[in-house]
């Protein structure tokens, strides 16, 4: 129950998503200082864990913001004045990206600006043919606005054949869908705790490669707060902690949260994601709802949009849902007024999705009686 003594609803929204009661009490605890033996045994234990999620043998550094933060903090980190990067744009959060380094004077590139298809590793291939100064390639994992499961893997291979660093927004991918940070020869990858993390919002998580540390070490844009190198020397010490003060208890959820984890496996949540995704888009179908971006070859089993027919309204099905305790996304940029969004990560159960599904063929069915009436 909330405070005012309604129920809690169902959040299938593509983040902040359901914090477990396991997690919540683990951030309830009383203070804990941030320069205690304590509290530097579970900063390690998450970072330790979230090394394992990332598949990295790299040090993982805490950024103390969002993920947004901590894409505008790689800028920061890695590049000068006048230096180019290329961007995918197929979708809202590769667009911030794109407009994060154009604020800090880096020359972008935009490219796979359609949201409605997936990257063409042709058309980056010869961007940087034409582009040689380009010194990276930024793309997201997962871009939530459209539900695109872009090919990082290859997208880094594309961008290491022209001597690039390849940065990768992983804010709502990891710990939903396979990541392999090494093998995949990734130079930056970000995530955050209010996604597949099943934490509260806040705090951030940055992976980078030695590629990238050489690169930083160049690198002339001012940063401060955003500075890598100081969370590094931090989290490094024989008793890691982080510059200034840590949000303690959004590190001990995380803690808590990677240990739960842990437990059940990582790649059988992955498999846990791929499964609901499959179960919810087989439901739509039958229902005859189209995904909001038809074209797209591969999707994200962490969220999906959906198209809506011209006589339903995005407002009125989420509305619908929303009174029956589901709360679900609204459709971003260009299809704001056409889709919605169910976000389907984190401790979302299967049996999570069936009521989602019961709660929307109710909605739809109580459409169609009110226009058969």
Known sequence: MTSAGEPVPLLMTPGPTRVPD????????????????????????????????????????????TGR?????????????????????????????????????????????????????AELGDLLDRRPAIRAVAATCCDTSTGVRNDVAAIARVAHAHDALALVDAVS????????????????????????????????????????????AAATLPRNYWDFRAIRD????????????TPVHLVLQVAESLRMMREEGFERIERRHEAIAARLRQALAERGLAMQCPGLRSLAPTVTAIALPERLS???????????????AAGLGPFEATAFRIGHMGDIRMADVERTIGALNMTLDGARAGRAR
């Open 69 to 121: 933060g901590a894409m505008e903090a790689a800028i920061c980190n890695l590049f000068s004045p006048g230096d180019e990067i290329a961007v995918a744009c197929n979708g809202k959060f590769g667009e911030m990206w794109a407009g994060f380094a154009e604020s800090y004077g880096v020359v972008v590139h935009r490219f796979a600006t359609d949201w409605r298809r997936d990257v063409d590793l």
């Open 314 to 328: 995005p407002r009125s099905v989420r509305d619908g849902l929303k009174a029956r305790g589901v709360l679900t």
């Open 173 to 216: 991918a990891l710990g939903g869908m396979p990541f392999a940070f090494d093998e995949w020869k990734i130079d930056v990858a970000i995530t955050a705790s209010q996604k597949c993390l099943m934490a509260s919002p806040g705090i951030s998580f940055v992976a980078m490669s030695p590629g990238a540390w050489d690169r930083a």
């Open 22 to 65: 396991r997690v919540l009490q683990a951030g309830a605890r009383p203070m804990v200082h941030h320069r205690t033996a304590a509290f530097s045994a579970e900063l390690d234990t998450a970072l330790t864990l979230l090394g394992e999620l990332f598949r990295t043998r790299e040090r993982v550094l805490p950024v103390h913001a």
């Open 234 to 245: 931090a989290v490094t010490k024989p008793k890691p902690e982080t510059p200034g003060t």
